[in-house]
């Protein structure tokens, strides 16, 4: 099928200084959707300069997104492996006669609420900077996919299968109301070693976590008690325990004159969850914390070659092995459900570059 929409935006924004202290910024942005109408969003910052090392900042903003026209009209039938089970699950479009018997209501548009506060930060003895920032955002009606529904013996919704050579169906629905919040950390530190030696240092971290505030489940799905399948334990756990709720990074840049660079960065991922509906107690679901190593070696022939030998994941480090309940007979040793970061190991790489001036 053939699906478009078309938008037109405008915005408009300001920012000014007050005093020497305050700094204000804003923005109105208005968007109207063929599909969706329009929509009317802002933004409102300011910066509060308290000393000539120390900054106060904050901000405020709304948001909207329409659902992608893949998420409104998108299907396909495909083999699923549901707990090592195999299904011929269907995603049927939300505007499908199937979504409608059984009770999927039409897609509607996200909207959100956001703040961040924080600080910057100098030590100018000591060449150190620092920022803080936390953030809260709130999402409504917030777009997932649900479970899988069966044809709950209604003979309709069997042929409709049958034509679709699928068993289950699921669907794109505005199911959840989530909560997103954490914090920000970085801190820079430059040291001069010598007049042709230089060396700086930068740790991040963020720490996050998204909880399901609200489910909404439709009236008629309610009724005939399909709430679980609507949202599962699967579809919460991709929300709120698939990705790591800790990040963080620690690198380090040596600069050696005008000619050779070295730079190391160790990255940590928190520990996630395998997204599953299955409950067993002989089963670990739980995928621990990894450090992934970088290194990078540059050296400039001259101001315009430059050669680039490095590392990424050096220390060849992959995520914990699925259980074997989820492999699907050996070929999926890691998870395919819990993202924490590549499961291609070690890769090696050289890079010669040239500017031309």
């Known amino acids: 099928m053939n699906a478009f929409r078309n938008t037109i935006a405008g915005y408009f924004d300001v920012e000014a200084d007050f005093t020497e202290s305050i700094l204000l910024s804003g923005a109105v942005r208005y968007e109207n959707f063929s599909d969706f109408g329009g929509t009317l969003n802002f933004k409102i ?65 996200e909207t959100s609420v956001g703040a961040t506060a924080g600080f910057t930060a100098r030590v100018p003895s000591a060449n150190l900077k620092f920022t803080l920032d936390g953030f809260l955002i709130n999402i409504d009606d917030r777009v997932i996919l649900t479970g899988q529904f069966d044809d709950n013996g209604n003979a309709e919704l069997a042929n409709l299968f049958q034509q679709a050579n699928a068993t289950q169906a699921a669907f794109f629905a505005n199911s959840v109301d989530t909560q997103t919040k954490g914090l920000d950390f970085v801190v820079d530190h430059k040291a001069n070693i010598s007049d042709n030696v230089s060396l700086t240092n930068t740790l991040a971290m963020t720490v996050s976590e998204t909880t399901v505030e609200k489910v909404k489940v439709p009236e008629a799905i309610a009724d005939a008690g399909l709430s679980d399948t ?15 709720t800790t990040k963080g990074n620690l ?3 040596l600069k050696i004159g005008d000619n050779w660079s070295f730079f190391l960065r160790n990255g940590y991922f928190g520990g996630v969850r395998e997204a599953t509906n299955e409950v067993d107690p002989t089963i670990d679901y739980t995928f621990g914390a990894k450090i992934v190593t970088d290194l990078t070696i540059g050296y400039s022939f001259t101001k315009s070659a430059t050669l680039t030998i490095g590392a990424n994941n ?37 890079r010669l570059t040239f500017k031309i001036k």
Request: glycine share 10%.
């Open 230 to 244: 609507y949202f599962d334990p699967t579809s919460r756990i991709y929300l709120e325990s698939a990705v790591p």
């Open 45 to 109: 910052a300011t910066r509060l300069k308290i000393s000539e090392n120390f900054n106060f900042r904050g901000g405020g903003q709304t948001g909207f997104r329409t659902p992608s026209l893949h998420q409104i009209h998108y299907s396909s039938t495909s083999t699923l492996f549901v707990d090592g089970i195999p299904n011929e699950v269907g995603i049927f479009p939300n505007t499908s006669r199937v979504a409608r018997l059984l009770g999927i209501e039409p897609l509607k548009e």
């Open 314 to 350: 050096l220390l060849d480090v992959y995520p914990d092995k699925n259980d074997p309940a989820f492999r699907s007979d050996g070929r999926f040793i890691y998870s395919r459900r819990s993202v924490q970061f590549g499961q291609n190991g070690r890769y090696v790489f050289g």
């Open 251 to 253: 690198s380090h840049n």
